[in-house]
């Protein structure tokens, strides 16, 4: 069993500590599949009901008892910083109105005990460089990577059921859920053999194979905690698919070195990062959400009932052969 864990940095061993205190959040992408939206604001930004996602991702993180955020960012990702940042103006006004409930909402927004740290990717060379810019920041402590494309709805926090494991075991863990065979091509897909209740000892990972070429069907969603060996693998990157830096490829070369599990979470995901995925988040949050759960739920029950007898009243079409009479 894999634990504790001790890996070695530039010829000297450690013991890794197993709480994980950081937290990288991906956020330089364009988020060009969601123009004209994301023309002037971060794709992070966009909101499911009436938060943005890179909240719901910072919530989870701070649920797993994570508290030094870190952004990795790049152009026009603004909004980010000033959403994290305290508002004077705002909580100013909202004091003289006496909007306390209101007041309390954006002062939870970031406790005072977590800190937000930002760093600039300069250019958008895929993920592994993205992670590879925190390196500084996170030094040499395992950490968790989260990305807010992936927004997991669950009763207890995906981050936290990882960092409970890693505490546990003290490996890098990675998220996966599984897919369909012909999925395959979007996602890195795992191949470990059965080490504990939904969790695999991992043997190999590879980044979007095809469908025949896929060693499981266990692909890899947003969430990780690796452990800071992890860097060395990242700066011997060489592009990969898409032309890339890709962290799949890193994480490949890690689990040769170092025991490497992945965990089947429970909860949902949401695919926030194609407009599918996120309107069914949308709505399904909505149908939870205390301000308008009653409301938009009979909403969407009258919307339903409209549809089904418009459907019934369609005649049953009429096929005539050509050229029979």
Do not use: W
Not at 211 to 235: C, K
Not at 289 to 307: C, G, I, K, N, P
Request: hydrophobic residues 40%; glycine residues 6%.
């Amino acid at each position: 069993m894999p634990y504790p864990i001790h890996y070695t940095i530039n010829n000297a061993t450690h013991t890794m500590r197993n709480k994980i205190s950081k937290a990288v959040f991906p956020v330089a992408g364009l988020g060009t599949r969601f123009l004209p939206a994301t023309k002037a604001q971060p794709k992070e930004m966009l909101c499911i009901v009436d938060k943005p996602l890179i909240q719901y991702a910072v919530e989870e993180a701070i649920a797993a008892g994570i508290t030094e955020m870190i952004f990795v960012t790049g152009r026009n990702k603004r909004a980010i910083e000033d959403h994290f940042d305290k508002a004077y103006e705002l909580e100013a006004e909202l004091n003289a109105r006496n909007k306390c409930d209101l007041l309390q909402l954006i002062r939870e927004i970031k406790p005072d005990n977590v800190q937000c740290f930002y760093v600039r990717q300069a250019e958008a060379l895929g993920l592994g460089h993205a992670v590879l810019c925190a390196e500084r920041l996170v030094q040499n402590e395992a950490f968790a990577v989260i990305l807010a494309d992936d927004l997991l709805d669950a009763e207890v926090p995906v981050m936290k059921q990882m960092a409970d494991l890693h505490a546990h075991y003290g490996c890098s863990i990675i998220g996966v859920e599984a897919i369909r065979a012909e999925q395959s091509r979007a996602y890195g897909v795992v191949d470990g053999t059965a080490f504990a209740e939904r969790l695999l000892k991992l043997h190999d990972i590879v980044e979007k194979p095809a469908p025949e070429d896929a060693p499981s069907n266990m692909g890899v969603v947003g969430r990780y905690i690796l452990t800071p060996a992890i860097f060395r693998h990242l700066q011997a990157l060489r592009p990969g698919a898409g032309g890339e830096h890709q962290l799949t490829d890193a994480i490949g070369g890690l689990l040769r070195s170092e025991a490497l599990l992945s965990y089947q979470f429970k909860g949902k995901r949401y695919d926030c990062g194609n407009k599918q995925g996120y309107l069914q988040a949308t709505v399904q949050f909505a149908r939870k959400h205390s301000e308008v759960s009653t409301e938009f739920q009979a909403f969407l029950d009258q919307l339903a009932q409209q549809e089904q007898p418009a459907q019934q009243a369609m005649p049953a079409p009429v096929l005539t052969a050509v050229g029979m009479q």
